[in-house]
DNA sequence: AATCGAAAATTCGAGATCGAACTATTTGTG
DNA sequence: CACAAATAGTTCGATCTCGAATTTTCGATT
């Protein structure tokens, strides 16, 4: 039974990093109030982490997300009334993005269901841990990122 | 302006391990033959790998797909006449997932388009460092996987 | 042997995701 | 100024993804 290529460390890293993110993924959704997903959380996460009034451009590229798609989460986010669509005055092209007070609520209720979890994480790892990880990773981004 | 949840380590982490996920997802999909996604792609290394004769089940957990999900992109790959579909003679409940040589010759393809790409990363990074960051990612891994 | 509960797979509906094509606006250049 | 190229956003079609409900088959208990 000789070595398959599912041995080689890089494979390995690379399926256990899409273990991770799946297992993120689908445990921050189940713990999300009801007619929220994950997507929508995610855009709420950044408008509140970065400050409102970005252009759904700007959250796009942060999210890696494309425009398409985002235009989808925010059509419904806002058909929700959880943010806010501005025309950007300068640039007729653009437009600006705010939380609303209801979305800034649905997003608070949010935080506090993975609250938990998170402090859990805290315990069960030192941030010592997380920063060592960090260069590698961010090393491995890059270079996928740099070589199209 | 004071520090950020952004700046812990931890988030910083889970926001690499998003990012690499979506530039292999995207790099690797972007170099498939025409007609092949990225999920097709996965069942059929799966079954490459893993070697044929495994059940639907199997697959949808090594892939961390639902059943439902796999059932879909199954269908697909039949239709496209990639895989031979059999039922099991012991469990009449169960299938059995081969390849044909249609799909062996469309997986060929799709690796030897990867390949060039994988080669540059073996170059770009060692064996070592991908070893030395898996332990870690195992871990948080497991621990994700452990607490529901 | 009859039944009940678990297991494997499918169907269905809602939402996400991508890329390509399209519209509208702005910017740069002659 | 005119017009070409770039930019921001939307629309559309195909596929993926999930969860819930359903069907079929198996296994164990009685």
Chains 1, 2 share one sequence.
């Not at 437009?95 to 209720?109: E, F, H, N």
């Not at 506090?112 to 961010?138: N, S, V, W, Y």
Request: with cysteine; glycine share 6%; hydrophobic share 35%.
């Amino acid at each position: 039974m000789g070595a398959g290529p599912e041995d080689h460390p890089d494979v390995q890293v690379f399926d256990e990093i899409r273990y991770i993110e799946h297992l993120v993924r689908t445990t921050i959704s189940r713990k999300l109030p009801v007619g929220l997903t994950y997507p929508q959380f995610e855009v709420m996460n950044l408008l509140s982490r970065r400050g409102d009034g970005i252009s759904p451009l700007e959250i796009a590229r942060a999210l890696q997300m494309t425009k398409s798609g985002l235009t989808n989460t925010l059509q419904r986010l806002h058909a929700r009334k959880l943010i806010h669509v501005e025309h950007c005055e300068n640039d007729g092209r653009r437009k600006v993005i705010w939380l609303t007070p209801d979305g800034r609520a649905a997003y608070a209720q949010s935080m506090a269901a993975i609250r938990p979890k998170m402090e859990d994480l805290r315990d069960g790892f030192t941030q010592k841990e997380f920063r060592d990880a960090l260069p590698f990773l961010k090393a491995l981004r890059t270079w996928l990122g740099e070589k199209p």
